[in-house]
C-alpha cells in the first residue's frame, strides 16, 4: 500500500519486557515523526527524524525509550523494561517536506499494552 | 510556552446541525493552521487546513475561520452526518520551526441521527 504502515497494530507484553514498534514512512518522506496517544487523550510528540537524523527528541518520556531511522526510511522505536503508563497508542507519521507546514500521513498506530 | 487551546472537549450535534470547534492561540508567530480528523482505530488525516492571510477557507461542508486579532480559529461543519463522528484536533506551526506542530486537546464530535 502507500500509506504509513506500522507494526504490530497490537502488542500486548509483561512489566519489564522490552518492545519494538516499526513505522514504514510513505517512499520519499524525509520527515518523520513519532507521537503518542493514551486513551481518549491528545497527541503527544516523541520524535522527529530528517531523514537518519533526529534533530528534535524532546518529547521521549525517558531514557527507557529510543528511536532510529535507517536508510532514510523504517523508523524504530524501542522501549526498555515497559511500565504500565507506557500503555497507549503510538502513532508515526511522516511528511513529504519538513512536516510544520506540510501535510501529515499518519499511520493507524500500534496499540500497547503492558500488563 | 506555546499553546494551543481547544474547546469543546466534546460535542453532540444532531444531524443537519452546524458543528463548531475553537482554537485560541497564545503565540502570533504561527503561520500555518490545519485541523485533522481521527476515526476510532485511525491515525488523524489532515481535513483542511488555512494560513493566516486570509480569514476563511472552504472546503464543500467544511469551513475554517481565522481571527488574526483575536488569536483565534474554528472549524465549522455545516449540515452534520453521522458520518462526521470523530475526533478533530487543531494545531498550528510555529513560524520559526520547519517542522514542529502544536496540537490542541481534540474535540470528540457525535453526530446523532
Given amino acids: 500500500g502507500a500509506g504509513v504502515s506500522q507494526s504490530p497494530s497490537n502488542k500486548v507484553t509483561e512489566k519489564g519486557k522490552d518492545v519494538e514498534l516499526r513505522c514504514d514512512p510513505i517512499s520519499g518522506h524525509t520527515a518523520l515523526y513519532w507521537y503518542r496517544q493514551s486513551l481518549g487523550q491528545g497527541l503527544e510528540f516523541l520524535i522527529y527524524f530528517q531523514g537518519n537524523s533526529a534533530p528534535d527528541k524532546s518529547g521521549l518520556p525517558s531514557d527507557r525509550f529510543s528511536a532510529e531511522r535507517t536508510g532514510g526510511s523504517v523508523s524504530t522505536l524501542t522501549i526498555q523494561r515497559t511500565q504500565q503508563e507506557d ?3 503510538y ?17 493507524e498506530g500500534s496499540r500497547l499494552t503492558v500488563l | 510556552q506555546q499553546q494551543v487551546k ?4 466534546s460535542l453532540i450535534v444532531q444531524k443537519g446541525g452546524i458543528s463548531i470547534i475553537n482554537c485560541a492561540y497564545e503565540n502570533t508567530a504561527f503561520d500555518y493552521f490545519p ?14 487546513a488555512i494560513r493566516p492571510d486570509v480569514s476563511e477557507k472552504k472546503e464543500g461542508r467544511f469551513t475554517i475561520s481565522f481571527n488574526k486579532s483575536a488569536k483565534q480559529f474554528s472549524l465549522h461543519i455545516m449540515d452534520s452526518q453521522p458520518g462526521d463522528s470523530a475526533t478533530y484536533f487543531c494545531a498550528a506551526s510555529p513560524q520559526d520551526s520547519n517542522y514542529q506542530l502544536i496540537w490542541g486537546a481534540g474535540t470528540k464530535l457525535i453526530i446523532k441521527p
Avoid at chain 1, 91 to 107: I, M, P, V, Y
Avoid at chain 2, 6 to 9: A, G, I
Avoid at chain 2, 35 to 48: E, R, T, V
Wanted: proline residues 8%; contains cysteine; charged residues 10%.
Fill in chain 1, 87 to 89: 500503555s497507549a497508542v
Fill in chain 2, 35 to 48: 485541523w485533522y480528523q481521527q476515526f476510532p482505530g485511525k491515525g488523524p488525516a489532515l481535513l483542511i
Fill in chain 2, 6 to 9: 481547544q474547546s469543546p472537549q
Fill in chain 1, 91 to 107: 502513532l508515526c507519521a511522516s511528511s513529504f517536506r519538513q512536516g510544520g507546514t506540510g501535510e501529515l500521513f499518519f499511520g
